[in-house]
């Protein structure tokens, strides 16, 4: 890891409170940039922001609810006048329902979508001109391989989360062509199956391997959530300077059969 790979420079990571926001944060704080992590829930943010700042890091936490425009506005700004600006923006922040089709109610799907699609645009665009304004200056949007194909699980498909997930990959094209011109890079890591309590019921220390996962990873092992975090640094790097309207995959080789 390079202490100095991001030194100097903001970042404003959602859904920082947990799982891969979480990893995602702390990476880069450890890489030298300062964070600004945020969640909905702010004891949760809070939480990762300690974890940052007793670690050597500059971290602020603040509360967003990525579909509420006065949030984002709110916390955008006390970014940049409490960490002095804005280079990067991680779109992290997501949700999932366990409905398939003949459960899902309009507001699984209302509640599913905004945030995990019109969540990314809403904090993209509001953080855009700080970002025009800054060099270097990236995004990385949070899919999945379920952008890619429709995968059970549990005993039926989620419409709404594959919809949202769809949604990100174009989402992340277009952002791209709209924010070249400002020198700003966007792209998207798609996430196989991580080792979280992402899924609704699921215990994020269990490591086993379902019958199903077992069969069509080619790494035989949950991604952790540092894996992901990896991916998402690399991308923001200087290292990916002539990266962008890409979606990389980190899946362990699940999209591969």
């Not at 990476?27 to 700042?53: H, M, N, P």
């Not at 200056?137 to 995968?151: M, Y």
């Not at 062509?177 to 220390?205: H, K, M, Y």
């Not at 991604?223 to 899946?251: H, M, N």
Request: with cysteine.
């Amino acid at each position: 890891m390079d202490r100095t790979r991001h030194a100097g420079r903001v970042a404003f990571v959602t859904g920082a409170g947990s799982g891969i926001g979480r990893a995602i944060a702390s990476r880069l704080a450890a890489e030298g940039c300062a964070v600004a992590c945020t969640d909905v829930q702010l004891d949760k943010a809070d939480q990762t922001a300690e974890r940052i700042t007793a670690a050597g890091g500059s971290a602020l936490a603040l509360a967003v609810d990525v579909r509420d425009r006065s949030d984002v506005q709110a916390a955008v700004e006390a970014t940049a006048t409490r960490l002095g600006g804005l280079n990067y923006l991680v779109n992290n922040a997501g949700v999932v329902t366990m409905k398939g089709l003949p459960e899902l109610t309009d507001e699984d799907w209302d509640y599913v979508v905004d945030t995990n699609l019109k969540g990314q645009f809403i904090v993209t665009q509001l953080a855009a001109p700080l970002l025009a304004a800054a060099r270097p200056a990236a995004v990385v949007n949070l899919s999945t391989v379920e952008a890619e194909v429709v995968v059970a699980s549990g005993s039926s498909c989620q419409p709404h989360y594959n919809a949202s997930k769809g949604g990100v990959k174009m989402l992340t094209k277009a952002l791209a062509v709209e924010l070249a011109s400002a020198g700003v890079r966007v792209n998207a890591v798609a996430p196989g199956p991580v080792q979280t309590g992402f899924i609704p019921g699921t215990d994020p220390q269990n490591a086993e391997l379902s019958d199903s996962a077992r069969d069509r990873l080619l790494i035989p092992r949950l991604a952790q959530p540092d894996d992901i975090a990896a991916a998402v640094s690399f991308l923001l790097s200087d290292d990916a300077s002539y990266i962008t309207a890409t979606q990389l995959v980190v899946d362990g080789g699940w999209l591969a059969r």
